[in-house]
């Protein structure tokens, strides 16, 4: 059985940091991209954040650029989000996904698997 658990979410003051994890299990890790969703109420799906876990390149939304790292622990089949210098505007539900074969030089285009998904709450 395929499954993406994510952990790590909460509630966080403006400036604050947040580390969300994704255990993946039931595929091949390496043969997939990994990456990190989120959505606001009323807003659209964004792609914030992608590592391949082949040869570990890795994606960045712009509006993320320089205040969140993704890696990837591969012995643990477990992809990081380090958010750090949060903003109100990062709240969102924050979904894991994988895709086979995908490249990660923009956001997973059509997921296999999704996680269920953690809430990221940043207060001002």
């Known amino acids: 059985e395929v499954q993406l658990v994510e952990s790590g979410g909460g509630l966080v003051q403006a400036g604050g940091s947040l580390r969300l994890s994704c255990a993946a299990s039931?595929?091949?890790?390496?043969?997939?991209?990994i990456g990190w969703f989120r959505q606001a109420p009323g807003k659209e799906r964004e792609g914030v954040s992608c590592i391949s876990s082949s040869d570990g390149s890795t994606y960045y939304a712009d509006s993320v650029k320089g205040r969140f790292t993704i890696s990837s622990d591969n012995a643990k089949n477990t992809v990081y989000l380090q958010m750090n210098s949060l903003k109100p505007e990062d709240t969102a539900v924050y979904y894991c996904a994988a895709e086979w074969g995908a490249k990660a030089g923009a956001p997973l285009p059509s997921p296999d698997y999704w996680g269920q998904g953690t809430q990221v709450t940043v207060s001002s």
């Open positions: 039931g595929f091949t890790f390496d043969d997939y991209a």
